[in-house]
């Protein structure tokens, strides 16, 4: 069973857009959308386990130039 986060991105100023469009083309990343609020972008992502899905974060989306801050939030099904 895959596991689904939304990544909540925060970003530099004028940045959001092209930060949505580049995490969007990252393996994995379901959808990426540029929002207004105290976030800026909010992908949703799939991994096959936790572990993954934290490399995902951490070594691809964190990489991403323009990107100041994430905060992943797994689903859970209840």
Not at 27 to 33: E, F, L, T, Y
Not at 52 to 77: A, E, F, H, W, Y
Request: hydrophobic content about 45%; some cysteine.
């Amino acid at each position: 069973m895959a596991v689904s986060a939304y990544v909540l991105i925060q970003t530099e100023v004028g940045k959001a857009a092209q930060v949505a469009e580049e995490v969007s083309a990252i393996d994995g990343v379901v959808s990426a959308d540029d929002v207004t609020g105290p976030y800026d972008v909010i992908a949703r992502a799939e991994a096959d386990s936790v572990d993954d899905l934290g490399k995902m974060v951490v070594s691809r989306i964190q990489m991403i130039d323009g990107i100041t801050r994430t905060l992943t939030c797994p689903v859970v099904n209840l």
